[in-house]
Structure formats: C-alpha cells, structure tokens
C-alpha cells in the first residue's frame, strides 16, 4: 500500500553499499523507521531529503505481510541549516529529540508533539540568541501537554493565589501546589518554586516556543525550574537523564 507522508528525519544509517535506513517522526505514524533503497546515492528521488532535521514529504510503500516500510521518493519541505551549523543550536535539538524519542507514546498525540517539535526547531533556527533552556521547556510542554501539567497559580487545598505568598511548594508524585500553611498535607518528593518561576512555568505553557526566547528567567527561577521539572518527568514520565541520553527508570 503507498501513501504520502510528511516527515521530520531524525537519523539516517548505511546498510550495504547505496542503501539507507531513515528514522522519522511524523504528526500521523508517530516514529517509525523505514529503508531507502538506493537513497545513499540517488540525486533524482531524494536530492536533499536525507539529512537530520529536513522535513520532508515522501512517498511510502508499506509491506504488511514483511513489516517494513520503504521510502519511494522524496520532496524537501523545510530544512535547518543553521541549527545543523551551530553546535550549540543543534546540541539543544538533539536533546529535545532525544527526548521525543523517550518519552514519545505512540502514534497517539502525534499530531501535537510534531507541531510543538517544529515549533521548537524553528526557534532554534531562527532565534539570534536561543534560551539555554529551551529543551527543559521544550521538555516541560511536552509533559505538560500529555496530562500532566499542574494547577499554577492557586493552592490544591485552600484555593489560595500562591502568587500573592510568594510562591508554594510543589508536591511531584501528586502533582499539586500547596501554600505555605497547606504544605503540612502533602507527601513525598517536593520543590518550592517562588513566583518568578511559577511565572516562568506558566508562561512556557500558554506561549509557543518562538517566544520562549524572550522569557527573562533569574538564576534562582532557572534552578527551581530545573529541579522541579526533572523531578515531574522522572516520576510522572519514567525518565531521566544519564550519560548523554533519556532512559527509563
């Protein structure tokens, strides 16, 4: 059965002498690896496509009764050349895919993850000096975003504006925020998180990350954010961060 996809390359691998492996996230299959056969030397039917980050819209063939998936041809839709250039940029991406590919369920809620994805490496892209904390934000809405994101701005128990307190604490397993005279009724792992980052936090949800960049976080925010939300993901998620890559705990 053939069908035409549109597809975000992630890596590309050799087998044999011309022909190549490619693994893909797209917003309809989710991801998934495919074989294309002579894509290692053929200028007419992949001219461009094959590299990291190029999203591109393919041709594909797919062999139920083998299991695989091939790639037919493709047509270059967008690449990131100056993501690819800049070691910085594309250290951020590769984190941000990294953990895509962890934390990634299914082609369930496809869709969303490919347009927050694209979002996020277009402001890498274009961005003249990206966040550093891009990917802990990029990391954060994707969390966020599979039902996992906290009530911000009021207490769990009482209702309270923790806003006008100063902040509250954050209790992880639960996923709830408690005021300062709340906190006594929460349990387990927690992380007090003063304004500023309640601030931060919140904006990473309502914006997109083409604004991220213009997010003024302090030191003591970056922190409390960092914890927090390694925590949130390593509990809610299963994930966690381990020479150089996601891995489920």
């Given at each position: 059965m053939e069908s035409t996809e549109k597809a975000l390359v992630l890596k590309v691998g050799r087998f044999r002498e011309v022909d190549a492996w490619v693994r893909?996230?797209?917003?309809?299959?989710?991801?998934?690896?495919?074989?294309?056969?002579?894509?290692?030397?053929?200028?007419?039917?992949?001219?461009?496509?094959?590299?990291?980050?190029?999203?591109?819209?393919?041709?594909?063939?797919?062999?139920?009764?083998?299991?695989?998936?091939?790639?037919?041809?493709?047509?270059?839709?967008?690449?990131?050349?100056?993501?690819?250039?800049?070691?910085?940029?594309?250290?951020?991406a590769v984190n941000c895919i990294k953990f895509l590919e962890a934390a990634h369920l299914g082609a369930t809620g496809s869709e969303h993850a490919f347009d927050l994805l694209m979002e996020t490496?277009?402001?890498?892209?274009?961005?003249?000096?990206?966040?550093?904390?891009?990917?802990?934000?990029?990391?954060?809405?994707?969390?966020?975003?599979?039902?996992?994101?906290?009530?911000?701005?009021?207490c769990a128990r009482c209702g309270a504006d923790v806003a006008l307190q100063g902040g509250a604490q954050l209790f992880v397993e639960q996923g709830k925020l408690h005021c300062g005279d709340c906190r006594q009724w929460g349990h387990g792992a927690s992380v007090r998180l003063s304004s500023p980052s309640l601030d931060v936090l919140q904006a990473?949800?309502?914006?997109?990350?083409?604004?991220?960049?213009?997010?003024?976080?302090?030191?003591?925010?970056?922190?409390?954010?960092?914890?927090?939300?390694?925590?949130?993901?390593?509990?809610?998620?299963?994930?966690?961060?381990?020479h150089g890559s996601f891995r489920r705990i």
């Open positions: 893909l996230f797209s917003p309809r299959k989710g991801i998934f690896t495919a074989f294309a056969f002579g894509g290692s030397v053929s200028r007419r039917r992949f001219l461009g496509c094959l590299d990291p980050f190029n999203v591109v819209n393919f041709k594909v063939k797919h062999e139920a009764a083998k299991g695989y998936t091939y790639l037919l041809e493709g047509s270059l839709m967008a690449a990131h050349p100056r993501l690819r250039q800049d070691v910085e940029r594309l250290g951020m490496l277009d402001a890498l892209e274009q961005a003249e000096q990206p966040s550093r904390l891009l990917p802990l934000f990029f990391r954060a809405r994707m969390a966020f975003d599979q039902g996992f994101k906290p009530e911000l701005s009021h990473v949800c309502e914006l997109s990350p083409l604004q991220w960049a213009g997010l003024a976080v302090s030191n003591q925010a970056r922190m409390e954010c960092g914890r927090a939300l390694d925590l949130f993901v390593e509990y809610h998620l299963g994930l966690t961060w381990d």
